[in-house]
Structure formats: C-alpha cells, structure tokens
C-alpha cells in the first residue's frame, strides 16, 4: 500500500519549528510530506523564490514510525491567484518554477476555477475551507480535472481550530463530493505547530464526516497523494531537458534518462 | 445468542508540555473525548456514544488510553477524536492532541497491537540511547518481555514478525 503522505506543510522562516513539525510528522506515520510556499498576488509583486532543497534546511530527517525509511521531504509551491493575469506565471518559462515538486493553485473565482481545471499545468487544486465558497462547482470542468489527473486539496487544520471553520469546511467539502463523487480528492493538514497535526488514520475519519466512503478516505491520505507526486514528476520530465535522478547512494550524481518508465500525461 | 459488541479504541496522548502527562486521568480524558463529540456530532452523536463509553486503560507514562464505545457508534467517536485540543483537569488546560494506534473488537487484540507497538518504540530508543547503561536497560526490558497472564503491560515471546494491524 502506498505510503501515506502530507502535502501541506507551511513553511515558516524558523528552522526549529519545521524541524518539529517533521518530527511529528514522522512519529505519526508520514512518509512524505511537502513544504508548502504559498505566494500571494494580492500583494506587491513577489518574485518567485528559488525552492530551498531539503537536504540543505535538514541535515538529518526522522525515521518514520513503522518502517525503517527516512521520511521523504518536497517541496511546493501554492499560487492563490484572483485574477487571470496572475496566471501567466505558470506559462512563463521562468525557470525557478520547474525546481518545485508539486505545483497548487488556489483559484478565487468561478472563472479561474474553470481554467485551473482545464487548460493550467497544476497538480492541485485548493478548495477554500475558511469561507463560503462564493461560487458553486459544476460538473465540466470537475469532470475535465479529474480526466487530467488533477486533485482536489482540502485542509483541516481550520476545521480543528474554530468552530465556524467547521461548518464551511464541511459545507464546502461536501457540495464538492456531491459533484466528484469522492475521487480525486487529497486531504492535507496546514499545520503550523507539531499539535495541530494528526494521524492518518484519523485523516482517513475526518474524510468519512466530509461525505467519502471508507476506501475514499484512505485513498484520499495515500493512493491520491502518491499520484499528485508522481504528476508533479512527469511535469517535470515532460518540460525539462534534462531529468535529474537521485540515487539513494551517491547524492551528487546527475544523469540524463529517458523517462521510458514513466508515461508523461498530456499537457494542455 | 444476542451479545452486545463493543469497539476498543487504542489512542495516544501527544502533547508539548511534559507537566501534562501528570493530569492525564480517565475522568479528564472522557470528559475531554465527551466534550470533543458533543461539539461536532450535537446532542444525538454524544447521546449515542455514551451508551457503553468508558475509559478503559490509560498508562500516565506513555500516554496511552484504551476507549469502549458500542459498535454502532463507534464511528462518530472515532471521526471526533481529531477534534480533541485539550486536557483539562484541577484548573489546569494543557493543549495536546489525539493519535488513534488501533481499533479492535476486544481488549486482547488492543492489548497484542500495544505489545508490538511499544517494542517497536523500545526499538527506536534503543537507537538513540547515548548511554551504555540506558542500552543495557533497554536491551534487557526488551529481551525479558514475560507473558503473565494478568498484567496489560508485558510482552511475549513470539517470534518478532509484526503483522501491521492498522
């Protein structure tokens, strides 16, 4: 069985709570989790930062409970765009996007919704937990994502803290299911503090209250997240020249393959 | 015959404070789980609940407790136990959270997962111990795991293939 992963882990500038936040992660059960930099256009204009590789801010990762591998560090970029200029980031070439792993965006809008699901090369979709949805999902462009293998990300760290959060993000989730019914769906914690996470068995619960079945939510805390990694994979080796592979030994070693065991998902 | 079949919830207590694991008691914990399933399922899911719920077993050293609950109900429990922030107990609010280890339909099948668990964990101590005395007295704890019939805490001596039961 896959792995179980957790795909939103925000990245703050202190290295010691990020330690601990792995830590936790790794004694919960986590094999992989992904470090999420969300940029903001609302903002004065920020530029895209290159990703800080794992191995650099680590020196040492947790071994996860339960098995004997190290737990596996990504990192993530999040674009919570409200307009459709924004999204001209994501066709550019810049080349500080291709070094991250996974790729989200958070659409504000109906009609960004629906180019997010169509025509954007992303991994994940957000769905706002924190407020009433101010549009509602139809089922083209829900249908097309699933088709592309594009994933539907709910956080429920918000749902644990406040009691209002609570009822929109069960709302939410649920208008969502009714719409999808239960696939493509990745649930993820946005955590700040090691005590705000929780296991993935209880993950796996969490998803029965949004309206899943049983298989669904497990699958929505493993076999959905392995799938948005190995998309992110292929949207690198589908768009970069060259595909840097790691070996588990020798750390440094660059070379280029043809990705013949991994079959590139058409883009848009 | 007609048997009431209840659920074993084995969770642990995870927190940042080490004073809070001098005010892990059952009361504390069942009034916080109460609380916890009141919030989210209302009066219906926390009427539904406490027909069989007690806090069966809880270990202050490690923060484990052992749940029962019907098992008609036993998924809203489990589906508030996520929801659990904290501890409350003599005046005292210390934040912790909840991790659900297993789910079984008696004691003895949470009490075998317990055993393999808290190996494993004896385990992982054993790599980061730093002292020669501390590995000793993890190595001996680990190798005279005795079965006795009536204590919840000890091991036995099968051999070491942990089926994953979660």
Same mark, same amino acid.
């Given at each position: 069985m896959a792995g179980f992963a957790d795909l939103n882990l925000p990245q703050g500038?202190?290295?010691k709570s990020l330690q601990s936040l792995?830590?936790?992660?790794?004694?919960?059960?986590?094999?992989?989790?992904?470090?999420?930099?969300v940029i903001d256009f609302k903002e004065?204009?920020?530029?895209?930062?290159?990703?800080?590789?794992?191995?650099?801010?680590?020196?040492?990762?947790?071994?996860?409970?339960?098995?004997?591998?190290?737990?596996?560090?990504?990192?993530?970029l999040t674009l919570v765009v409200s307009d459709p200029s924004h999204?001209?980031?994501?066709?550019?070439?810049?080349?500080?996007?291709?070094?991250?792993?996974? +790729?989200? /965006?958070?659409? %504000?809008?109906?009609?960004? #919704?629906?180019?997010?699901?169509?025509?954007?090369?992303? !991994?994940?979709?957000? +769905?706002? /937990?924190?407020? %009433?949805?101010?549009?509602? #999902?139809?089922?083209?462009?829900?249908?097309?994502?699933? !088709?592309?293998?594009i994933y539907f990300e709910l956080l429920y760290t918000p749902a644990i803290k406040d009691s209002t959060m609570r009822r929109y993000t069960i709302s939410n989730a649920i208008s969502l299911m009714q719409i999808c019914k239960g696939k493509n769906?990745?649930?993820?914690?946005?955590?700040?503090?090691?005590?705000?996470?929780?296991?993935?068995y209880d993950v796996a619960n969490l998803g029965l209250l949004f309206g899943l079945s049983e298989s669904e939510a497990k699958a929505a805390v493993s076999t959905n997240c392995r799938a948005t990694m190995l998309h992110g994979e292929t949207r690198k080796t589908a768009c970069g020249v060259v595909y840097t592979v790691k070996k588990p030994r020798k750390v440094e070693e660059e070379e280029t393959t043809v990705p013949a065991c991994k079959k590139a998902k058409t883009q848009a | 015959m007609v048997r009431f079949k209840n659920r074993y919830v084995l969770c642990e207590v995870l927190s940042d404070d080490p004073r809070c694991r001098q005010c892990i008691e059952d009361r504390a914990v069942g009034l916080a789980v109460r609380d916890a399933i009141g919030r989210v399922h209302g009066d219906y899911g926390l009427a539904c609940c406490s027909?069989?719920?007690?806090?069966?077993?809880?270990?202050?050293?490690?923060?484990?407790?052992?749940?029962?609950?019907?098992?008609?109900?036993?998924?809203?429990?489990?589906?508030?136990?996520?929801?659990?922030?904290?501890?409350?107990?003599?005046?005292?609010?210390?934040?912790?959270?909840?991790?659900?280890?297993?789910?079984?339909?008696?004691?003895?099948?949470?009490?075998?997962?317990?055993?393999?668990?808290?190996?494993?964990?004896?385990?992982?101590?054993?790599?980061?111990?730093?002292?020669?005395?501390?590995?000793?007295?993890?190595?001996?704890?680990?190798?005279?795991?005795?079965?006795?019939?009536?204590?919840?805490?000890?091991?036995?001596?099968?051999?070491?293939?942990g089926t994953e039961t979660d």
């Open positions: 500038p202190d290295k792995l830590e936790a992660a790794a004694h919960l059960g986590y094999s992989a989790v992904a470090l999420n930099h004065k204009k920020q530029e895209i930062i290159k990703p800080v590789s794992p191995s650099e801010l680590f020196p040492s990762l947790p071994i996860v409970q339960g098995t004997s591998k190290r737990i596996k560090v990504l990192t993530r999204c001209n980031l994501l066709r550019s070439t810049s080349a500080n996007i291709r070094l991250y792993d996974i +790729i989200a /965006v958070f659409p %504000k809008t109906e009609k960004l #919704f629906h180019i997010a699901c169509t025509t954007l090369d992303v !991994d994940l979709v957000c +769905i706002n /937990v924190t407020e %009433k949805l101010p549009f509602y #999902f139809r089922r083209p462009p829900v249908n097309m994502a699933i !088709d592309r293998g769906i990745v649930i993820s914690s946005a955590a700040e503090r090691p005590l705000e996470l929780r296991g993935p | 027909i069989s719920f007690t806090v069966k077993y809880l270990n202050a050293y490690t923060g484990t407790v052992l749940l029962r609950c019907r098992k008609d109900s036993y998924r809203l429990l489990c589906s508030a136990l996520p929801f659990v922030r904290y501890l409350e107990s003599r005046a005292q609010r210390y934040p912790c959270a909840l991790n659900t280890l297993h789910v079984g339909g008696t004691i003895r099948t949470c009490q075998k997962f317990l055993i393999q668990y808290n190996r494993r964990q004896l385990l992982m101590l054993l790599q980061n111990c730093t002292n020669e005395e501390e590995r000793q007295c993890i190595r001996k704890s680990l190798l005279s795991c005795s079965l006795t019939e009536e204590q919840s805490q000890s091991g036995d001596e099968e051999d070491d293939d």
